[in-house]
């Protein structure tokens, strides 16, 4: 494996999941009803926080990442508009009246004074006394009561009340016992939890519409097989994302090791290519052609300067000799290699010849030493005569 391996998709399947066992614990628990805000919800939110554990780089996983993010926030969007059914509580319709008492409930409470965090409380063995009152006198009346779940009304059970002498006033008493074994015989699990109805009553006449909630207490947190269920589900869920999560943290990190480990192995940018020599690059103020010719020149250079040296100095024996020969030697011209020429030098003015008062005079000495004698002019220092040594003279005496 050398590259990230991020898995929002799975991330978003695992969240989904997770999203709805927390909301049937919170369900069944009668911690907080699954309506339409708190469904959808928990929902996003658990998708959301999964597809983050088990992505954590969206750039490796953009396309994915991003879709992912785009449902979870449709979901919160529906979510939201939930917010009014949350806050609004239980309602009843006008000419209509509905009251009920419990062993939770001593004072009795109407469908308009629940909420979701504030419902009509019973027992699982409770018993229930209702009573309510109808716009006009009927001596039949079908109610329906049905569950609601994510804004959307699911049917749970039907039922008819009947009065023989017709009256306006209706009550009774619901067995809590009875109808959580009926539900259980029909759908497998117990009714636990908090949940909010809908309620329609028909008759002769105008009829009753309301909506409340009610919570059926749970004798414990783990009790009933669905709740166990349910926390089971929730502990493999958790350990499944964090299972994902440490892979794909393992992935990442291998991923960055061996980008970090190919970047150090890579040779300079100099030494890319064959090995010759490097060109032109004018950004690093340097050109491969330009240096090895300008090396040249300058050793070139240094040649012609040393010729120049040579040539420049006396080669006769009289220091007029050599000024004439250094007059008419131009500066430059001597020891000049064929190599290319270096780049031009500024000219130096050529030296002036040494006039007549300059030059030496010889004159005859009449003493014991013999040979002629050099005179320098005023002012002038005797420039070194070379030549040829003198040959013994035994007329003169010296040797």
Known sequence: MTEARPRPWTGALLG???GVVATGLLWLTGVIPPDRLSLFG??????????ALTTQRLSAARGGGITVIVIASLLGGVALTGIPEFVSGGALSERCTFQGTSSQEADPVSPADTSALDPFDVTTTDTVEWMGTVPETATEAAVDVGLEVGGFTIPLYSTTYASPSGSTDWGGTVDVASALAEFKDQYAFDLTGTYHFSAQIEG????????GYARVLAPSAFGGVMLAVLWALLAVLLVAIIVVAVVVRRSISHADALAATTSRDLPPEDSIGTGGPIEDDPSRGRTGGAGAAGAAAGASAAGGGAARR???APATSTNADAGAVHAQTPPGQAGVSPEPEPE??????????????????VTESSGDGGGPETEASAGQTPAPEEGPAPEDDPRSGRS
Do not use: N
């Not at 031009?344 to 005079?361: F, G, I, K, N, V």
């Open 310 to 312: 040579d040539d420049d």
């Open 42 to 51: 928990i929902l996003a939110v658990c998708i959301v926080g999964a597809m």
């Open 204 to 211: 002769e006449g105008d009829g009753c519409t309301g909506a």
């Open 16 to 18: 989904l999941l997770l």
């Open 344 to 361: 031009p030098e500024p000219e130096r003015e050529p030296e002036p010849l040494p006039s007549e008062a300059d030059q030496p005079t």
